[in-house]
Nanobody, 117 residues
Framework: QVQVQESGPGLVKPSQTLSLTCTVS??????????WSWIRQPPGKGLEWIAF???????NYNPSLNSRTSISRDTSKNQFFLQMAYVTPEDTAVYYC?????????WGQGTQVTVSS
């Protein structure tokens, strides 16, 4: 059973870069036809898709976040990463990583990121 787990700092200062890691276990991020995503949920709001990286390394971004977001991977460590630059308090959210096949499954437990000075 594939599992995913987010990790990263819980507090980031405004204008800095948020960096998160998703570690995948019991399954390879290069397995065909799976897309590895970052999704967030700000307090009191719905889920917002941020980006995905495919099994082949192709990437796609939410247009509203594209200019300051980067997704990448390390296949040797079976991990994928999110970097978001120039964060503001509006980027405060629970950040999730998840696998997309025909649905989002599995999800990580989520990691709270607070942007504050």
């Amino acid at each position: 059973q594939v599992q995913v787990q987010e990790s990263g700092p819980g507090l980031v200062k405004p204008s800095q870069t948020l960096s998160l890691t998703c570690t995948v276990s019991d399954g390879s991020i290069t397995t065909s036809d799976y897309y590895w995503s970052w999704i967030r949920q700000p307090p009191g709001k719905g889920l917002e898709w941020i980006a995905f990286i495919s099994y082949s390394g192709d990437t796609n971004y939410n247009p509203s976040l594209n200019s300051r977001t980067s997704i990448s991977r390390d296949t040797s460590k079976n991990q994928f990463f999110l970097q978001m630059a120039y964060v503001t308090p509006e980027d405060t959210a629970v950040y999730y990583c998840a696998r997309w096949g025909s649905s989002y499954e599995p999800w990580g437990q989520g990691t709270q990121v607070t942007v504050s000075s």
